[in-house]
Antibody, heavy 118, light 110 residues
Framework: QVQLVQSGSELKKPGASVKVSCKAS????????MNWVRQAPGQGLEWMGW????????TYAQGFTGRFVFSLDTSVSTAYLQISSLKAEDTAVYYC???????????WGQGTLVTVSS | QSVLTQPPSVSAAPGQKVTISCSGS????????VSWYQQLPGTAPKLLIY???KRPSGIPDRFSGSKSGTSATLGITGLQTGDEADYYC???????????FGGGTKLTVL
């Protein structure tokens, strides 16, 4: 069965960096794009962008350029989200989600809580 | 401010029917497929409806989706207490080249 398993919660200080992983299993990793979605505390879903798992080419949504980097390690079917120069407002749950196109996210990771606090 | 507009909350009694609306524009709902997601408290979102009105395997037919013009609707019949969740619509926005979500609707089953 398809599974996306994300890394555990992180507590970071402002200015630090964090790298969240999303390990896929149960399907051919390179057959589907991988998306990242942010959910701030008590807020709705916000699409951060996606990465082409064939080419490794990332596309970032408005507001997620510069400090956010999507990457892959196809040898272990894993996608990564790295956030640098963390700010308090980056505190959120970050989800990876598999997509077959458009806004069709058929499988989601369990989410990774990143807390930024001094 | 979300690009897609949903009511913040809806409520109904067990066994009843409820609808959740999602309003957009020609650059998003009007020309692209809509998906709906259910997010139970403390869990990841789950795909309920895709391509406006299709249900993934395992989703009961109590859940239905429709689209007309620049609006979409999620319908839930035979409400159960286990349906209490946040519901989100999502679609592609051709002008923004961006996936957009509604702000979410909290369903309370009284």
């Amino acid at each position: 069965q398809v599974q996306l398993v994300q890394s555990g919660s992180e507590l970071k200080k402002p200015g630090a960096s964090v790298k969240v992983s999303c390990k896929a299993s149960g399907y051919t990793f390179t057959s589907y794009a991988m998306n990242w979605v942010r959910q701030a505390p008590g807020q709705g879903l916000e699409w951060m962008g996606w990465i082409n798992t064939n080419t490794g080419n990332p596309t970032y949504a408005q507001g997620f350029t510069g400090r956010f980097v999507f990457s892959l390690d196809t040898s272990v079917s894993t996608a990564y989200l790295q956030i640098s120069s963390l700010k308090a407002e980056d505190t959120a749950v970050y989800y990876c989600a598999r997509s077959g196109g458009g806004a069709l996210f058929d499988y989601w990771g369990q989410g990774t809580l990143v807390t930024v606090s001094s | 401010q979300s690009v897609l507009t949903q009511p913040p909350s809806v409520s109904a009694a067990p066994g009843q029917k409820v609808t959740i609306s999602c309003s957009g524009s020609s650059s998003n709902i009007g020309n692209n497929y809509v998906s709906w997601y259910q997010q139970l408290p403390g869990t990841a979102p789950k795909l309920l409806i895709y391509d406006n009105n299709k249900r993934p395997s395992g989703i009961p037919d109590r859940f239905s989706g429709s689209k007309s013009g620049t609006s979409a609707t999620l319908g839930i019949t035979g409400l159960q207490t286990g349906d209490e969740a946040d519901y989100y619509c999502g679609t592609w926005d051709s002008s923004l080249s961006h996936v957009v979500f509604g702000g979410g609707t909290k369903l309370t089953v009284l």
